[in-house]
């Protein structure tokens, strides 16, 4: 092999990457990891992880291995997307702290030590945010922005860049592990136990090869999910509408009775039926909230099994078990 081991029990830094058909980036991508992180002086390992790849990736990966005992490979028995994807394989990190990297390279490694030392400086979560980003406007940009905002509504956070590269201490990642989560969002699991983190600028460059798996219509899904799953209370919006309406309405009501009371019986009878809309809809949104939070809380007491979905695990401090 001609990469050394590092040299600690626990390396200083983990990279995870995962690969979903990425044959073409993959060599590039370790090169730049391994080139940067030995500049550094800190110790490390390159945890990969094959999603399902059909592309000739999982055979480049084990090629990789087997010339680098600081790689390992995890491979998974299918597609499971990359959230869920780089969730099983963080058993198989052991650095102090844990990187989530793309293996297109859009970031660029010059930002992989300076995370590294934000996290051993103490924080929990340290993330990248995209100086001059080279992503699509419509395609990517705006849906991000309002993603964005979305989701420091319902984390009730204050981040610049939630699609950023990521940094963990190994506690917070420990903690993660043993959360019950049905739907895996990392970033979204890490803000929801944890408020100690810091966002640095990041070089943001042009995708070098592959294409991005994401669209407008799957970030809004995340969104969504972020919204339902891991906001303290998703439908509190709904209720507080629903209350309100039928406030209004009652209010509303007696004022008519007062009216045609003290005043006269003769107004019109849109009035009327404003003010039995105005319930009616108040009743509904009452409803659906309750609704919407019971189905919410039978869901959060689901759980995502990692070892149900790894077939094997090959190079690093996992020789193959496949």
Request: proline share 4%; aromatic share 8%.
């Given at each position: 092999m001609t990469g050394e081991a590092s040299e600690s029990a626990t390396p200083d830094v983990s990279?995870?990457?995962?690969?979903?058909?990425?044959?073409?980036?993959?060599e590039r991508c370790h090169r730049e990891i391994v080139s940067e992180l030995?500049?550094?002086g800190y110790s490390f390992e390159i945890v990969f992880v094959d999603d399902g790849s059909n592309d000739g990736s999982y055979e480049r990966l084990l090629a990789l291995a087997g010339s680098d005992n600081r790689v390992t490979?995890?491979?998974?028995?299918y597609n499971i997307g990359q959230q869920r994807a780089m969730y099983t394989t963080l058993g198989y990190c052991h650095g102090k702290a844990i990187i989530t990297f793309d293996s297109d390279l859009q970031f660029h490694v010059e930002c992989l030590p300076r995370l590294a030392a934000k996290i051993?400086?103490?924080y929990d979560i340290a993330g990248g945010i995209r100086v001059n980003r080279r992503d699509p406007l419509l395609a990517n940009r705006l849906p991000s922005w309002v993603g964005r905002k979305l989701i420091n509504v319902a984390l009730r956070i204050e981040q610049v860049d939630f699609g950023g590269v990521k940094a963990y201490s190994a506690r917070l990642i420990k903690t993660l592990l043993g959360m019950h989560a049905p739907l895996?969002?990392?970033?979204?699991?890490?803000?929801?136990?944890?408020r100690k983190a810091i966002e640095i600028p990041v070089r943001?460059?042009?995708?070098?090869?592959?294409?991005?798996?994401?669209?407008?219509?799957?970030?809004?899904e995340l969104y969504l999910d972020i919204d339902t799953l891991y906001a303290r209370r998703p439908f509190a919006w709904m209720l507080t509408s629903g209350v309100g309406l039928i406030g209004t309405s009652i209010f509303l009501g007696l004022c008519i009775v007062a009216y045609r009371l003290l005043v006269s019986e003769h107004f019109s009878g849109l009035i009327i039926f404003f003010d039995v809309f105005l319930l009616a809809t108040g009743i509904f949104l009452f409803s659906q909230s309750l609704i919407g939070e019971f189905v919410v809380r039978n869901l959060r007491g689901g759980r995502f099994d990692p070892s149900q979905v790894v077939e094997s695990v090959t190079g690093g401090r996992n020789p193959g078990s496949g």
């Open positions: 990279v995870l990457v995962p690969v979903f058909n990425e044959v073409e980036g993959i030995a500049r550094s490979v995890v491979k998974l028995l051993l400086e103490g895996i969002i990392i970033p979204a699991m890490a803000y929801s136990i944890s943001h460059e042009e995708r070098q090869t592959g294409y991005s798996k994401w669209s407008i219509l799957s970030r809004m």
